[in-house]
């Protein structure tokens, strides 16, 4: 699926550097999928 999404340029940079993720698609998936299994 996509989705265009609007996200502070800053946030997605420190999220980023703080997990090692280099891309914004694999940092977003890996993000939904922290939320999905945290509250299954």
Known sequence: MRATVTIDNDFIADAKELSGIE?????????LRALVERHA
């Open 23 to 31: 891309t914004t698609s694999e940092l977003l998936r890996t993000a």
